[in-house]
């Protein structure tokens, strides 16, 4: 799997929107975006993927570059809940379905202020 | 409900003994992850276990310090042998959705881990 680079920490308010960035330069026409958070004391948890295309779910928003170079997690209004460990992971499409299993990298922490 | 269960939640134990950490998903899935994450460090791959083969370890992992068994398509323990201080970690069991109960088979799902402490 290719390699991502996330800043080690980022700082929000609570309430206002967070961006966390990732660089994937090395990603592969099959890699699939992925990105995974994990609170504290708990397991990760999966946010959102995508391919090419931007992607939206209830937890968040995912925004890639054009060239798939890059990728932005958006949390709309970060809550006090919303502190964790961000995880952008590339995951080759070729393995699918339940092949295959996600790399970690360090992931980004982000704390919320109130 | 939760998708993945494991026990014991927590371990405190003496050096040169073993643990062994079970995990328990409530539908069939065809493999089973283990990771490692060491304190303030970030998940690990131990090995992947499919049921009715033995299991595949990752670079600097072996089985004699690892063993894993998988009996069944929704149960596998993972016991770390002979333990010392640097195995204090906390352990996770994790799965692919596999599009059972409206879950995605592109996502992993991860237990809630098991902590240990070794002294």
């Known amino acids: 799997d290719a390699k991502t680079t996330q800043p080690n920490s980022m700082e929000s308010n609570e309430e206002e929107p967070v961006h966390l960035p990732c660089n994937h330069s090395?990603?592969?026409?099959?890699?699939?975006i992925h990105w995974y958070r994990q609170l504290p004391s708990q397991g990760p948890e999966y946010v959102i993927h995508g391919l090419t295309s931007n992607v939206n779910n209830r937890m968040a928003s995912l925004a890639i570059a054009e060239d798939r170079k890059s990728s932005t997690l958006i949390l709309h209004r970060a809550t006090l809940r919303d502190a964790a460990v961000y995880y952008c992971i590339l995951r080759d499409r070729v393995y699918g379905g339940s092949q295959g299993n996600l790399i970690f990298g360090k992931g980004t922490k982000l704390s919320v202020k109130p | 409900s939760a998708v993945i269960s494991q026990k014991p939640s927590r371990d405190i134990c003496q050096r040169g003994t073993s643990l062994t950490i079970q995990c328990q998903v409530d539908?069939?899935?065809?493999?089973m992850f283990w990771y490692r994450q060491q304190p303030g460090q970030s998940l690990t791959l131990i090995a992947t276990?499919?049921?009715?083969?033995?299991?595949?370890?990752e670079s600097g992992f072996v089985i004699d310090k690892f063993p894993i068994s998988r009996p069944n398509l929704t149960f596998s323990t993972l016991t770390v042998s002979n333990m010392s201080p640097e195995d204090s970690s906390i352990y996770l069991c994790?799965?692919?959705?596999?599009?059972?109960?409206?879950?995605?088979?592109?996502?992993?799902?991860f237990g809630p881990g098991t902590r240990l402490l070794v002294l």
């Open positions: 276990a499919n049921q009715g083969s033995e299991a595949t370890y």
């Open positions: 994790s799965v692919f959705g596999q599009g059972v109960r409206g879950r995605s088979q592109e996502t992993q799902y």
């Open positions: 539908s069939q899935v065809t493999m």
């Open positions: 090395t990603i592969s026409g099959t890699d699939y």
